[in-house]
């Protein structure tokens, strides 16, 4: 009985000693055993929504620092080799689960880096009638 007394004396002396870290877990254990996964998702993309409708580009700014960090990790952890093989294998479980997705985002950037080149060289040809006028 006193090894429970003890215990329950100490955890309540830590309560206030908990890290960001471990509030954190804590918070999301007890919304996990609360909602339901779907509920779950939901509230991530409202709050998602907010989020980008009060800081626009938000996720953008934060998702590229976070692969440029991972890159650099992974650049310093893995020879060349190793990741090139790393990126066909993810390649192909990208293909496999998603059929035709490589072929459909490499014909949309071919249709933009047309698109500007088209861009590109209108304003080369105006620039160049202008010199002729002058």
Do not use: C, W
Request: hydrophobic fraction near 20%; proline fraction near 1%; charged fraction near 50%.
């Amino acid at each position: 009985m006193a090894n429970k007394q003890d215990e329950n004396e100490r955890e309540e002396k830590e309560k206030g000693k908990m890290t960001v870290e471990e509030a954190g877990r804590k918070g999301g254990e007890t919304r996990a055993q609360k909602y339901s996964e779907e509920e779950l998702s939901e509230q991530a993309k409202r709050a998602a929504q907010t989020v980008e409708k009060e800081h626009p580009g938000f996720h953008a700014e934060i998702g590229k620092k976070g692969g440029q960090k991972g890159g650099e990790a992974r650049a310093e952890k893995y020879s060349e080799e190793e990741l090139s093989e790393q990126a066909k294998r993810a390649a192909q479980t990208v293909e496999e689960e998603h059929p035709g997705f490589h072929a459909e985002i490499g014909k949309k950037g071919g249709e933009a880096r047309g698109k500007q080149r088209k861009e590109e060289t209108g304003k080369k040809e105006e620039n160049e009638q202008k010199e002729e006028e002058e």
